[in-house]
Structure formats: structure tokens, C-alpha cells
């Protein structure tokens, strides 16, 4: 296997295959219905991204690591059979090492909260033995302020040296994390020698894929240990083409021109309940509840939640049986009554799910406002992370069968897959070709602009406006470093509360030398002004 490939297992993308985590069991869980729902659409949400996460089956990374320990305790309560006691490296847990070698505020802040990824090096899509690199990663705070909500531009800069005595030409690939929805503005320029190239971006892994962990699809709740997860090393297991689950024939129902009458919209809710020969083969979209009981199939909408796309169903294995919709509404915003008033005019059309997820694509990124929505690149990026998220939901609820009284299937929220896409971090890869004379240099720096981690919500002041940096030197990569460093720029806008580099501000210290075979740097900054 090339060092191409072994990366693109690694990214979450090899061609158009999927691969899945071999010998993982999962076991699937009982969803209840909650009327707690009707709260509206952001409750709704995330009931959603709770039905989808654990749709999920594990993900075959492969690199050239130490095989995973499988564990039944997740990271920060993700669920069984995740590996979350692995890191790749000469250290099996960072966090945990984080936490016993007590690095002061680090040991005490969970900067899982909301963590958008460690900065990670390049890797050649062949190992070459014939070309040293020197690297320098570089924060610029000079102009940072408290309104960056911890945005800090990169630079990420390395001098490729050619030792042998002939021409050698490197394909070279670079992780980073983005979302969809941004970009094209987060994006790094790559620079050649000094010149601007425009390079290649392909979709890479996204949280999930390797886990049946509750509620944490993509993040921003990814942890370093699991972005380190990310590209592991597991036994691959490959599965049939996309193109088997995306090309088959669906029927839709879709739901449209709803009316509350009387009934505070806030306090409505519309229903379906049906029978199916296999309820696995039913997925959703823009809906927040799926329920079987182990004869009849009910999924739910809030008509406060229906914003720009339709709520409908999706049947892979024919129509159902016994269909009947009902609508409701709450009293008290707890206790569940029919009404004839919440009603919905429903259409019903044959497509493929393929189709699905293209026009959901196309109506969301219609209603996007950010630039460069129209860029049809972009929205073959973001197709391609839709359509891989749903076969590896069709592959998780086809795996089995649903046999026991009350057992509940996940179901797959179209919506989840389009919007969480859209809005929330995964990774992504840039790669460009380049040639180096016998016995000279290259440079190639990367530019792009950095989320540092942080909480959420943190009570004492004095931890508020605080940001983490990772630097993950020797994650995925092939490349035989000779040096790395590290430097901070600022204007006295800074602290420096907690870091492993060894940079001193007061004393003008803002480059260092780093230890080649070191795991893993960090820092936590606080922004002054």
C-alpha cells in the first residue's frame, strides 16, 4: 500500500470506498420518544444528532503506528467500543498524561469542550529518505483581540532539502480542519518558493466514522486524543461501493403547507406512524423523532422547526403499511393531545437517495450567505461527506436485525448529516506536487488562520478569554525532520497561562527549538484586550 493510500485510510478517503473498523460490536440502543421536543427547533436539533451519531459504524484507519487497545470506557462518556485509550506516538494517552503530569490549568480546564483540531504536519505521498525538512510553526497574536473569539493566524513554514544528487519530485499532503460552510476563508494559501499555487482539497475523516460516541459527529467537541485517533492505525475492512446504497430506488414522502389553526406554533406537532417489512430501511430528514416499538414505526416533526427544507420520509425498502398522520399539541408544553387543527399536505415521488442528498445540498447551500457557495468544488466536498455519512448509516442499521420487543433503531436525519456538514469542523486535505533540483532547497509555507480550543462556558473570570494550541509534530507523517521550532508573535495583547515550549515573554524568549521526537506541544494563551 502507497503512502497515498495509507493516508487517505487515514483521512477517511480512499476512491470512493468505505471503510469500516473490523470486529467492532455495537450494540444498538432503545430511543424513547420525548415530547420534551416541542420546545422548538434547536431542541429538535439535537435530539436529531443523537438519532444519527450512534447510526455509526467504525472507521479502518491505517499508518504506521501501534495497533489500538480496544476499550469499553469513551473518551469524555462517547460509549463503547470506542479505542479511546489510544494515541498514536510514544505516549498511549495525552490527555490523561496531561492530567497526571499536572500542567497546571491544562490539568484542571476540559479543553474538550471545544476543541477545532491540532495543527498537524505534512506527509509525502511516498516516504523519500532523500528529502530532510526543517519546519517552523508560527502563531501571530500581534493583532489578535478578544472579538478573534481566538482566531490566530498561521504560519506553518518548511524548507525542504534535497540530498542526493538527482532531481526529486514529492507529492505532499496537509490535514487541517474546516467546515463546509467556511471554506474557502479558512482554507490555507500554499506558497512555493515564495509563489501562491493553488492546490488540491479533498474531503478527510470525520468524527463519528470511528465511534459509536453520543453526540459528537464532527465536533467541535473533538478531543486531541481523538483527532490523534483519527489517523491511527486499525485493520481496514472495506466495503461495497457507495454507489450500491446512493443509486437505490427510495420513495419519498414529503411534508409541506402546514397550519397550526388555533394552536400556538411553538406548541405543535405532526406524526406518521406506519408499518414496514424492515424498519432499518427508514431514514428521515428535517424531523427529530423516530420511534419503533417493535410493530409500528412513528416519526415526529415540530412545525416550529420547519425552516427551508421540507420534513420527509424516506423508504429504501418499499411503502408502508397502514399509514396514518396525526397532528398535536401540548398543554403545559409537556402533556401530548391530538388535534385536528395541526395539519399537513403530504406529496409522494420515487428517486434515489443520491438525488436526496443532492438537492438537500443544493436548496441549503442556495440559502447560504457565505461567498463562494456557488463553487461547484465545494459542493462536491460537501456531496461527497454527505453521501459518505449516509452509507455509513445505511451500514450500521442494515448490519442487523431489530428483533426484540421496544428495540429502536437509529435512523439517519438527512438534515443532521446537511447541516451539521455545513456548520461544524472535519477534516480536510490539501496536496500539490512540486520538484526539487539535486543538492537545493525548496520552502513551502502554509498561511491559514487557526480556532484555538476552548470552553464553552467557564464560570471563574479569570479562566475566560483563554484559548489552547495543539501542535502535533510527528501525527500521520513519513517526513524525516531534521529540526522543528516554534514561535509566537504579539504586542504585549498576550499571556501565556500554561505551555510545554518554553517560551518566556517577559524575557523576549518567542522562538524555541522543539524535540524532534516530541508527541505533542501546546499552549494556553489568554487575550488581554
Not at 504506521?64 to 470506557?73: F, I, L, R, Y
Not at 500581534?142 to 532539502?161: S, T
Not at 500521520?476 to 499571556?495: D, L, P, Y
Request: charged share 25%; hydrophobic share 35%.
Amino acid at each position: 500500500m502507497t503512502k497515498r493510500e495509507e493516508l487517505f485510510y487515514a483521512l477517511g478517503e480512499i476512491d470512493d470506498r468505505f471503510i469500516l473498523r473490523s470486529g467492532a460490536v455495537v450494540k444498538k440502543k432503545k430511543i424513547l420518544k420525548n415530547s420534551v421536543w416541542m420546545y422548538g427547533g434547536m431542541l429538535a436539533s439535537a435530539a436529531c444528532l443523537l438519532l444519527v451519531i450512534n447510526a455509526f459504524g467504525g472507521v479502518g484507519l491505517h499508518g504506521d503506528v501501534t495497533p489500538p487497545v480496544e476499550s469499553s470506557a469513551g473518551v469524555g462518556g462517547n460509549g463503547p467500543d470506542h479505542p479511546s485509550d489510544y494515541v498514536p506516538g510514544d505516549t498511549s494517552r495525552l490527555e490523561e498524561d496531561l492530567q497526571e503530569q499536572a500542567y497546571g490549568m491544562a490539568a484542571e480546564l476540559e479543553w474538550v469542550d471545544f476543541n477545532a483540531g491540532p495543527v498537524m504536519p505534512i506527509t509525502f505521498a511516498e516516504e523519500n529518505t532523500q528529502i530532510t525538512a526543517s519546519r517552523e510553526l508560527t502563531y501571530d497574536f500581534a493583532a489578535v483581540d478578544k472579538g478573534d473569539k481566538g482566531l490566530v493566524p498561521v504560519k506553518d513554514a518548511y524548507v525542504l532539502h534535497n540530498t542526493s544528487d538527482i532531481e526529486q519530485t514529492i507529492t505532499f499532503y496537509y490535514p487541517y480542519v474546516s467546515d463546509v460552510s467556511e471554506l474557502s476563508v479558512r482554507m490555507p494559501k500554499i506558497y512555493v518558493d515564495g509563489q501562491l499555487k493553488k492546490t488540491n482539497v479533498s474531503g478527510g475523516a470525520y468524527w463519528g466514522m470511528d465511534s459509536s460516541g453520543l453526540a459528537r459527529m464532527f465536533g467541535p467537541n473533538v478531543s486531541t486524543d481523538e483527532y490523534s485517533y483519527m489517523i491511527g492505525d486499525i485493520e481496514p475492512m472495506e466495503l461495497a461501493t457507495a454507489d450500491e446504497v446512493l443509486n437505490q430506488t427510495v420513495t419519498v414522502y414529503e411534508f409541506y403547507d402546514f397550519d397550526a389553526g388555533s394552536v400556538p406554533g411553538e406548541g405543535t406537532m405532526y406524526s406518521a406512524r406506519f408499518k414496514v417489512a424492515d424498519p432499518n430501511k427508514v431514514f428521515m430528514s428535517d424531523m427529530y423523532d423516530m420511534t419503533y416499538d417493535g410493530e409500528y414505526v412513528t416519526v415526529s416533526f415540530a412545525l416550529s422547526q420547519v425552516k427551508d427544507l421540507n420534513p420527509a420520509i424516506y423508504f429504501m425498502d418499499g411503502e408502508p403499511a397502514e399509514y396514518e398522520e396525526q397532528g398535536y399539541c401540548y398543554i403545559d408544553m409537556w402533556e401530548e393531545n391530538k388535534s385536528d387543527e395541526v395539519t399537513s399536505d403530504m406529496k409522494k415521488y420515487e428517486t434515489t437517495m443520491k438525488a436526496v442528498l443532492e438537492n438537500r445540498i443544493e436548496e441549503k447551500m442556495q440559502s447560504a450567505t457565505q461567498e463562494n457557495t456557488d463553487d461547484a468544488k465545494l459542493k462536491n466536498l460537501y456531496y461527497e461527506r454527505a453521501a459518505r455519512m449516509f452509507v455509513d448509516m445505511y451500514r450500521w442499521n442494515t448490519d442487523g436485525e431489530v428483533t426484540a420487543e421496544d428495540e429502536v433503531f437509529y435512523a439517519a436525519c438527512i438534515s443532521d448529516i446537511v447541516n451539521t456538514i455545513w456548520e461544524y469542523e472535519s477534516m480536510y486535505v490539501l496536496s500539490d506536487t512540486v520538484t526539487i533540483p539535486a543538492g537545493e532547497n525548496l520552502t513551502l509555507d502554509l498561511e491559514y488562520v487557526k480556532q484555538g480550543a476552548c470552553q464553552t462556558y467557564e464560570p471563574q473570570e479569570s479562566l475566560r478569554d483563554n484559548y489552547c494550541y495543539d501542535n502535533m509534530l510527528n501525527l500521520g507523517t513519513n517526513v524525516k525532520f531534521i529540526s522543528q521550532r516554534a514561535a509566537v508573535e504579539e504586542s504585549g495583547n498576550i499571556r501565556i497561562e500554561d505551555q510545554n515550549y518554553g517560551f518566556d515573554l517577559e524575557s523576549a524568549v518567542k522562538s524555541v527549538e522543539l524535540e524532534l521526537d516530541a508527541e505533542r506541544y501546546y499552549m494556553i494563551v489568554k487575550i488581554l484586550k
